[in-house]
């Protein structure tokens, strides 16, 4: 049994040598499809691998108190669009002080500016460093670790200590790879002690988070003193089963702080940091939509084309089938020569689209900056896809070489 497969093997690939242009033709048009499906694939699991691990750090146990909720506004016809007033310094303080939910953890924060210039010595860096105000639980809110030094605590924030908090990036530019804990920068001229440096983050979409700098929030206030400063709150809840309460208690809170009677709607937003990486991947099931269409497309034809080619070597060797019969070749051993041969060019397309798909997932991820990662789902399903188009479209050839009169196939010229 084994002789007789190694054997049909073995005729199998010198058939495929014989009609090499075609049998390349036929590997190109199987392997553009699977390409599509496999390059997409990957990219777009590279751009979700990227998401996850920036936003689900936040945790599942953590809520947001924003401006607004994180959906599209749609305009049009007479609707007007909504605007809600910003969070000020004043409310936001206000709900820490007020907001007594147990379990949980209050963060406030706001962006005192994206093009700061930060010098230490005679060194500077280029003006596009974020500055953050922050208050002492900023940092375990929004999922960030230390690589060095210590977190800020109660004490800096209401003592307005002058001390700071680096991203990754300072460590390597501004210090030359000097500890830069204990060092002292200056941000808008004012001097303060490097006390931690931040774990790499990296950057998504071309924001670097590791260019940043957190200060203690009233520290920032004094220094970044523009009007209609926006601020954030975050809420961390320790006990993943009173979320719903807690969300609940904080929507309340706020409502009394802003003076909102019953019948009147939310003029902020309230959002979950697992409810925002949904919204965001649930984009991403688009592309993998277009993909599949894409491929389909492609492969659809692909299987036409590979019948065909063997439908015509199935005409072109009739004398041979003929041959093969008068010396006792059974309907199954000529079917399986021409299906193995079928299987063969299938995978072949199919090697070579994986492959180029992988290169393809792998370069979008390089210039986008994703975090790729090897797409074994979709390497999968491209190898499952290419046998089913060799045994579509391998079978009907197969079934009519077996089904060839000898004698008839004898006098064939």
Do not use: C, H
Not at 18 to 30: D, E, G, N
Not at 127 to 140: A, D, H, Q, Y
Not at 393 to 413: F, H, T
Request: aromatic content about 8%; cysteine-free; hydrophobic content about 45%.
């Amino acid at each position: 049994m084994f002789q007789l497969f190694k054997e049909n093997v073995r005729i199998a690939f010198e058939s495929i040598k014989s009609q090499i242009l075609r049998t390349i033709l036929t590997v190109l048009i199987i392997a553009i499809g699977i390409t599509a499906l496999v390059g997409i694939l990957s990219a777009v699991s590279a751009l979700e691998n990227t998401i996850s691990s920036d936003f689900a750090s936040m945790g599942s146990n953590t809520f947001n108190l924003q401006r607004y909720e994180f959906v599209t506004q749609q305009r049009g016809g007479d609707e007007k669009e909504k605007i809600n007033p910003i969070l000020s310094y004043r409310e936001v303080r206000t709900f820490k002080e007020n907001f007594v939910f147990p379990k949980t953890q209050t963060s406030l924060s706001f962006n005192g500016t994206g093009n700061a210039e930060v010098k230490y010595e005679s060194e500077k860096t280029d003006p596009e460093v974020s500055v953050i105000g922050v208050n002492e639980n900023f940092l375990t809110n929004s999922g960030l670790k230390l690589e060095n030094g210590r977190e800020f605590n109660y004490f800096d924030i209401q003592n307005n200590n002058k001390v700071a908090i680096l991203g990754a990036d300072f460590a390597e530019g501004l210090f030359k790879n000097m500890n830069p804990i204990n060092k002292t920068i200056s941000v808008r001229g004012a001097k303060f002690q490097v006390i931690g440096i931040l774990e790499s983050k990296g950057s998504t979409f071309g924001n670097n988070q590791d260019l940043r700098v957190l200060i203690p929030i009233e520290t920032a206030r004094s220094i970044y003193t523009q009007p209609n400063i926006n601020y954030n709150i975050s809420v961390k809840v320790d006990d993943k089963e009173l979320m719903e309460s807690a969300q609940s208690e904080a929507i309340i809170t706020f409502r009394n702080i802003r003076g909102l009677n019953p019948v009147e709607d939310n003029n902020f937003g309230i959002e979950k940091s697992d409810d925002l990486i949904n919204r965001i991947l649930s984009i991403t099931g688009y592309l993998n939509i277009a993909a599949w269409i894409i491929s389909i497309i492609t492969i659809f034809g692909s299987s036409i084309a590979l019948m065909n080619i063997m439908l015509v070597s199935v005409a072109e060797r009739t004398r041979e089938i003929g041959i093969r019969k008068a010396l006792g070749a059974k309907k199954s051993t000529i079917a399986t020569q021409f299906f193995m041969e079928t299987l063969i060019i299938g995978q072949l397309g199919g090697l070579l689209g994986i492959i180029l798909g992988i290169l393809i997932g792998y370069a979008v991820s390089s210039v986008a900056d994703f975090d790729f990662v090897t797409p074994w789902k979709a390497m999968l399903w491209a190898t499952g896809i290419t046998i089913l188009v060799a045994i579509l479209a391998g079978s009907y050839p197969a079934n009519k070489a077996a089904k060839q009169d000898p004698i008839e196939s004898l006098r064939y010229e």
